[in-house]
């Protein structure tokens, strides 16, 4: 194509048929030129004030009604109307067809950037990343949702706006802690029981040998013990997710209770795999429109101007901020994850020696798109970078790595910097950082005092000194107590079983009346 | 692949209205006291434009489990000059910031902007109006969507299905598009037919098949949206009128509680009623009607008979306030003064003409700066009021010296139907 072609608009203005043009254009370079696979689209676009709607209710089309919605709409209203806040260009929902909200006050130029980075990007992601794949049901979300509305608005008549209040309120406290993080193992239906045991029960005869008669084996468990082990078993633990474990076990909740809890409890798994990804969604959605507007510009579908214009917000959304600088948040996956993909581009295409070194798998391969729809494909974050980062973009963010142990008086500890030295080191400690399981604090039900005051036990394993914010976790508690409606206990200790704290808390009793 | 376009720009707004009033009503005793607090320093007209307030953040919280503390690992970009095994000092200034990012204990209050509308809700929230009996429809302020019949272009989800294909039906009658039925029919007749008839079945088939391929089953033109259009409701109205004694007893401090006692109806009513009229009467030992500004800043001296300014009252409410459209309130501020030879005229204006017509009449008597309500004595037209009302009379009557008095005073009087106004009839 030449730099001739009839371009897709001119200016800032855009209509209907600009955006379906804009978007198949995009779509042309995305399935031609990137290979991407993605869900059918649907482009909805809406007015500043339904975003400021779609951010309290974590960017959902529907959602059923809670006040913390309402409180956080207030917040961010008060902000966005300071001008302390800017609102997203777009939010995108995973969902078949993929919903991409465009904001109505975009210019021609930003509308095409979003288009290209929610519809085809994420898009991309969302269908094909396995940890999408596994706990999300793009197909069934909506429905799920609106269904979830529903229940919750006929609780709300038939049991109490109140009651259901505190189900919810007790069910988003301890929302964190509702997510199954490794696919559960399948309960075996009669048949495959049979045939495996059958199974066992024929290598058992082919790998016979008296021999193992006469090894000794420990030393012979207590009934008690025993009985201990039966009943943990019976109650499946230990169990890490909280909302599961309640819904199914708690002796007290009314059936409509334990559905609000699985829908609290379906929605957080829901949302799981979005916050493992968030550099690797970010960063893939980017180098998408970044290599689809640039195709753009180059086959003249897009003039010079609004291409600047695309840079300079390009430009803005992957800034990345020193440490010491006042705007400096953490890492931006934006920046991080789409450096991180132009580097697996030059890795892929035009490798150096330290490159290969570093990246055999990879390195000079030559097919950019195929290992990255392979890397979108089968990484979260903390593996992405884990595996990914290279020594040159470290070299290149200049990163390095505090240690700040409280108990050294004299400061905070340069543990790694980017040297030859540090490059591992530093890597793996950024992996961390993205690793869900160490962001968020590891509480499992232990046990219950079956035979006692049924009391639930749960504990904390402490990592690295941290404990527990006290105030929260008294609160969170109560919430815990009201929906097992018996005392709760939660101990907090580490591998060594030092214990930190004890906490005990009785119900307030309304969950079971209610 | 198919891509769609949806508009959602016109959906009805206030999507999360709902959770915002979820919040609130949990929140109603904090932000009620925050509403208080913001409003006892300032002026009402402040108070009433709503805006920020913050409430804490207690009750309104909702917890998690975080931790805190420990041993902290970061990786951080941006490295300028440190190298392995460098000691940052940990506090202070420069590079220890980063390593003391200190976990947002310091947001304990939880600041949100209130509308104007909500603030007042709030604020007169336990306040209710007399018996509100006239609600005549009229006069249009406020607005909402409403069908509006069918229309040829819109957005998909508004398609009307039924009228599309009511009308593709009756193009295809009008235009005879044969039935499938017909077709099938002849076709089941070729089946044993001769050979002369055969092919003019055959003729007769294509003729008919392309027929049906010539007029569509749905066309373009048969579609239809429903339409909708902002359509003005009506509302109930209000009139309030505002009468005060200018002469020359009054002094710049009483007008300034009267403005008040005005000011305060003046919300409450606008919050019952979308559309409210102001007439401003000020009389002297002679009435008339004025704009606000002469009313509360123009010079005027003279005696001061009230019979006059209810005279005038009543003669507005003649001739453009039709006692059955209109829902009437009067306020009267007064010093008290009044020639005792008027009371006979005002009580019969009063319980003849004006109390008949009025939802509501308030009469607030100012006093001077300093001077306790209950160390004022009772004026004539206090007295004359007083005993309208032993006589069954609907009036509220209050004294007020003291800019800090009117909120009560304003609650007083409105409190949910209470004390004697309670068992008038």
Partial sequence: MTATAERLFEGADWDFPKLQRIHDACEKIARSELGLDIYPNQIEVITAEQMLDAYSSVGMPLFYKHWSFGKHFAHHEAFYRKGLMGLAYEIVINSSPCISYLMEENTATMQTLVIAHAAFGHNHFFKNNYLFKQWTDAEGILDYLDFAKNYVAQCDERHGRLAVEHTLDAAHALMSHGIDRYPGKKTLDLRTEEKR?????????????????????????????????RRRKLLGLPQENLLYFLEKTAPRLHPWQRELLRIVRNIAQYFYPQSQTKVMNEGAATYVHYRIITRLHEQGLISDGNFLEFLQSHTNVVFQPDFDDPRFSG???????????????????????????????????????????????????????????????????????????????????????????????????????????????????????????????????????????????????????????????????????????????????????? | MAMHIIDRRLNPGGKSLENRQRFLRRAKALVQGAVKKSSQDRDIKDVLEGGEVSIPLDGMHEPRFRREGGIRDMVLPGNKKFVEGDMLPRSGEGRGKASAPGEGDSEDAFRFVLSRDEFVDLFLDDLELPDLAK????????????????????????????RTVRLALARRVALRRPRPETIAQLEAELADCDEARRSELLAEIEALKAKVRRIPFIDPIDIRYRRFENVPKPVAQAVMFCLMDVSGSMSEHMKDLAKRFYMLLYVFLTRRYRHVEIIFIRHTDRAEEVDEDTFFHGPASGGTLVSSAL????????????????????????????????????????????????????????????????????????????????????????????????????HDLFQRRRKQEKAAP
């Fill in chain 1, 197 to 229: 045991a059958e199974e066992r029960r024929l290598h058992e005869e082919s790998a016979f040998n008296d021999l193992w008669r006469t090894v000794p084996t420990g030393p012979i468990k207590s009934p008690k013990l025993l009985n201990a082990e």
């Fill in chain 1, 331 to 514: 890492f931006n996956p934006y920046a991080l994850g789409f450096a991180m993909m132009q580097d697996i581009e030059r890795i892929v295409s035009n490798p150096d020696d330290e490159d290969r070194e570093w990246f055999p798998d990879i390195a000079g391969t030559g097919d950019v798109m195929a290992v990255l729809r392979d890397v979108w494909a089968n990484y979260r974050d903390e593996s992405f970078i884990s595996q990914f980062l290279s020594p040159r973009l470290m070299r290149h963010l200049r990163m390095f790595h505090l240690h700040d142990d409280p108990a050294e008086s004299a400061g905070v500890r340069v543990d790694a910097i980017h040297d030859e030295r540090g490059y591992r080191r530093v890597r793996r400690e950024l992996a961390r950082q993205h690793d869900i399981g160490f962001i968020d604090p590891n509480i499992e039900v232990v046990d219950v005092d079956l035979a006692g005051d049924r009391r639930l036990m749960l504990r904390h394993a402490v990592v690295k000194g941290a404990q527990l914010n006290e105030g929260d976790t008294r609160r969170v508690l109560q919430h815990l107590a009201d929906l097992w409606s018996y005392d709760v206990s939660l101990v907090e200790a580490d591998a060594t079983d030092t214990i930190f704290r004890e906490y005990v808390v009785s119900p307030r009793g309304f969950a079971a009346v209610a």
């Fill in chain 2, 135 to 162: 609600r005549k429809l009229a006069e249009a302020e406020s607005e909402g969507r409403q069908r509006a019949g069918y229309t040829t272009s819109g957005s998909a989800a508004n398609l009307s299905v039924s």
């Fill in chain 2, 311 to 410: 005279e005038v009252m009543h003669e507005i409410v003649r001739s453009r306030f039709r006692p059955a459209d209109w829902n009437i309130y009067a306020a009267q501020a007064s010093d008290g003064d009044n020639s005792t030879s008027d009371s006979d005229v005002v009580r019969r204006l009063l319980t003849e003409k004006i109390l008949p017509v009025s939802q509501f009449f308030a009469y607030l008597e100012v006093g001077e700066a300093g001077g306790g309500t209950f160390d004022m004595p009772d004026s004539s037209l206090w007295r004359l009021y007083e005993r309208l009302r032993a006589d069954g009379a609907q009036l509220s009557m209050r004294k007020v010296s003291d800019r800090s008095e009117i909120f009560p005073v304003f």
